[in-house]
């Protein structure tokens, strides 16, 4: 295993997760698809590489290189779950108030389907009716 296979690999999975972070801004899902799929290849890829079994001579230099990238893959990766997470806050949001605003239409309408004034009570507990 070669320093410069290892470092470009890196690299690319940095340049992956920039990108997947410009299309989670943009809500682009095809470009995020595509890029989960590199993903996944890239991953896979830096499995093999084995750095923590496999003897390698790596100068100190490139090893604390091979560092920094990382610790700006994590701060990347970080960055991607937090806006993840605020993306599916703002979803359930939405799908909350859409559902309230169906619920209240629902409830608008008597057991017969018609269309009940808002001094009318909705009666639809079983109690009732046999009462």
């Known amino acids: 295993m070669e320093y410069i296979d290892v470092y470009n690999a890196y690299k690319e999975l940095e340049e992956n997760l920039l990108q997947k972070k410009e299309a989670i801004i943009k809500k682009d899902l095809e470009e995020l698809n595509k ?11 830096i499995n093999r590489f084995d750095l923590k079994n496999s003897p390698n001579d790596f100068t100190d230099k490139q090893k604390e290189e091979l560092r920094q990238l990382g610790e700006k893959i994590k701060v990347v990766q970080e960055n991607n779950e937090i806006l993840i997470k605020h993306s599916l806050g703002v979803i359930n949001g939405l799908l909350s108030g859409i559902l309230n605003i169906a619920q209240s239409e629902m409830n608008s ?6 269309s009940c004034s808002d001094d009318e009570s909705l009666d639809i507990s079983s109690i009732t009716e046999e009462a």
């Open 35 to 45: 890029l989960d799929e590199n993903l996944k290849v890239l991953v896979e890829k």
């Open 109 to 114: 309408y008597n057991s017969k389907g018609l």
